[in-house]
């Protein structure tokens, strides 16, 4: 009798890691059988994950605000609920086809493989390529986009002649995003991440099946079909992201965790890149806090171009306020950046830190 009121433990399936070696048309075999539930579940990016339940196709590892991985199980449902929202949004038709410019250690790159699927058509992989095919759709982040627009002619060839493209994995700046336009290109910008399959808002509209709020912390809330399994509470997923809602339209405001404090007044390091960045454009700006005795942290800048401090001051006292005014400014040949295009402020703290070190032992 005590047999029968013990639980039989849940249904799980296998999880495959997915090698470096394997060739697309093997990842794109493996991904079918996974989300049709004849095979393994694969695993994109590293987990210590042996086995995953039974409705789990894909396994991505994502980092949030603390900076340590955690792994995100993605069900066929979901996957494939954000890639039929996705081509309703661009008015995708069987045989249309889609082209990789992202690694696949990464929502975004497994997106276009899901959306390919689904088009019954196979990828077009263009990410170690010299010469583009041609495509309808594809998936970039805003450092490509800037790539295109400032030299790099074959690909700014490609995504002009693309129908549409796809831009996010961290905001891209309206000078940006503009210059595009004016050069032909298409682009549509996402919002979303792991935990929602990818991007689930485009161009500030929530695609088929998403939902969004703003919740009392002013912290964006998402739903709906796309969501990973075991998140959220009540069918709601909390981001890291402040957001407002203008005219039916959700506008991202930048992590709460981009906040810095100084001299008693917040500073949204976000704010600060938008202003810059529509002052300075065709240049790569980041914004940081640095500890300070005075400030207790103060506002650092750092590009890959000269700017002038005194009127960089001057637009961020007239765009925010008095109080955000940047100390010095840092060049750099690259800014360091982690996943597929955020900014790394970790790491450029990092560098900050080693420069001072540099200076006073010279």
């Known amino acids: 009798m005590s047999n ?69 199980l993605l069900s066929a449902k979901a996957l494939i609920s954000s890639a039929k929202a996705a081509h309703k949004f661009l008015d995708a038709h069987i045989g249309d086809r889609w082209s990789l410019l992202l690694p696949l250690t990464h929502i975004a790159g497994v997106n276009v493989l899901v959306r390919a699927l689904e088009l019954g058509t196979q ?48 905001a891209a700046s309206a000078p940006l995003l503009n210059s595009a336009r004016e050069s032909g290109i298409n682009v549509i910008t996402t919002y979303g991440m792991s935990e929602m399959s990818g991007g689930c808002i485009y161009n500030n509209q929530a695609i088929d099946g998403a939902k969004y709020r703003i919740n009392s912390e002013g912290l964006i809330e998402l739903s709906g079909p796309m969501m990973a399994e075991g998140i959220g509470v009540d069918g709601w997923f909390t981001t890291s992201d402040l957001g407002e809602v203008i005219a039916d339209r959700i506008l ?9 404090v100084s001299g008693g007044e917040n500073i949204s390091l976000h704010q600060v890149e938008v202003v810059l960045a529509t002052a300075f454009p065709g240049q790569e700006i980041m914004a940081i806090g640095i500890p300070d005795k005075e400030w207790g942290e103060r506002l650092l800048i750092l590009s890959n171009k000269e700017i002038d401090l005194a009127y960089a001051k001057t637009v961020l006292k007239e765009n925010i306020g008095q109080y955000a005014s940047p100390k010095e400014i840092m060049l750099l040949d690259s800014l360091p950046m982690k996943g597929i295009g955020k900014p790394d402020r970790s790491r450029a703290r990092e560098l900050f830190n080693e420069s001072n070190r540099v200076s006073s032992n010279e």
């Open 4 to 72: 029968m009121n013990k639980s039989s433990p849940a249904p799980t399936r296998e999880l495959l890691h997915v090698s470096d070696e394997w060739a697309i048309p093997q990842i794109t075999e493996s991904l079918m059988m996974a989300l049709a539930g004849r095979g393994p579940a694969l695993a994109f990016s590293p987990t210590s994950l042996i086995s995953v339940p039974a409705n789990v196709a894909v396994v991505l590892s994502t980092t949030g605000s603390t900076g340590k991985p955690k792994d995100v």
């Open 123 to 170: 990828v077009i992989d263009l990410r170690v390529v010299k010469k583009y095919s041609d495509v309808d759709f594809t998936s970039i982040v805003p450092t490509q986009l800037h790539r295109a627009l400032n030299g790099d002619a074959e690909l700014l060839s490609h995504l002009q002649r693309a129908r549409a493209v796809l831009v996010g994995g961290a």
């Open 252 to 260: 991202v405001k930048g992590r709460v965790d981009d906040v810095i």
